[in-house]
């Protein structure tokens, strides 16, 4: 069974720092790896899609990797911003595209 | 473009009552799922379908149950709702085979349900 783990739990940064979320997968056998956000009291908005091949991706200030022979992708997230703070969830897709597994996410707090 | 639509956005049951957690997409997606979100459990996998008339069960399915008449719609019904069901619902959909877009997935707003 996929299990998705992420450090830290939460976070706490002061403006302009950049920062890694880290998030592991025991089952390499993936079809892509997701990074969501999610502000309190609100639904997941998908940041960055990887597919299994693909080795990162760039979203503005995100920058997202994937090593999937060692089940592991990283969140950078370069001059934090206040507006930045929120819970960030990676989550991965099994080859048979049907289920989505979720890590517990990292809570992120940006102080001004 | 609405995206996908959950309703309700709350709702309070009695334990024993039934309800339907309604979920719309207008993305023409194949792929459609319900996750319940508690704190600590993380999001974990309730229902999903990848077809109009397709349906399987995920990580959590006991207690609910789903169909999928149109491509649009998937519905969650409660069939008798326990405390245990406490919880924050999750519609999400995405393409199933669409080049680099395959297994993006889209979420509604949710639907917390507190039952009493």
């Known amino acids: 069974k996929q299990e998705v783990t992420q450090i830290p739990a939460a976070l706490s940064v002061p403006e302009g720092e950049n920062l890694v979320l880290n998030c592991s997968f025991t089952d390499s056998a993936i079809y892509n790896l997701q990074w969501f956000r999610q502000d309190p009291g609100k639904g997941l908005t998908s940041l960055l899609l990887?597919?299994?091949?693909?080795r990162e991706q760039t979203s503005g200030r995100l920058n997202a990797s994937l090593d999937k022979s060692s089940g592991r992708s990283t969140l950078y997230i370069a001059a934090s911003q206040p507006g930045d703070s929120a819970t960030y969830l990676c989550?991965?897709?099994?080859?048979?595209?049907?289920?989505?597994?979720f890590g517990s996410g990292t809570r992120l707090q940006v102080q001004p | 473009n609405a995206g996908v639509t959950q309703t309700p956005k709350f709702q309070v049951l009695k334990t024993g009552q039934s309800m339907t957690l309604q979920c719309a997409q207008d993305?023409?997606?194949?792929?459609m799922s319900w996750y319940r979100q508690d704190p600590g459990m993380g999001l974990r996998l309730i229902h999903y379908?990848?077809?109009?008339?397709?349906?399987d069960q995920g990580e959590v399915p006991n207690g609910y149950n789903v169909s999928r008449s149109t491509t649009e719609d998937f519905p969650l019904r409660l069939l008798s709702a326990a405390p245990s069901q406490t919880s924050v619902y999750f519609c999400?959909?995405?393409?199933?085979?669409?080049?680099?877009?395959?297994?993006?997935?889209?979420f509604g707003e949710g639907s917390r349900l507190t039952v009493l």
């Open positions: 999400a959909s995405s393409f199933r085979d669409r080049g680099r877009r395959t297994g993006e997935l889209f």
């Open positions: 990887i597919q299994s091949s693909q």
């Open positions: 993305m023409n997606h194949e792929y």
């Open positions: 379908s990848v077809g109009a008339g397709i349906t």
């Open positions: 989550a991965v897709l099994d080859t048979g595209r049907r289920a989505l597994t």
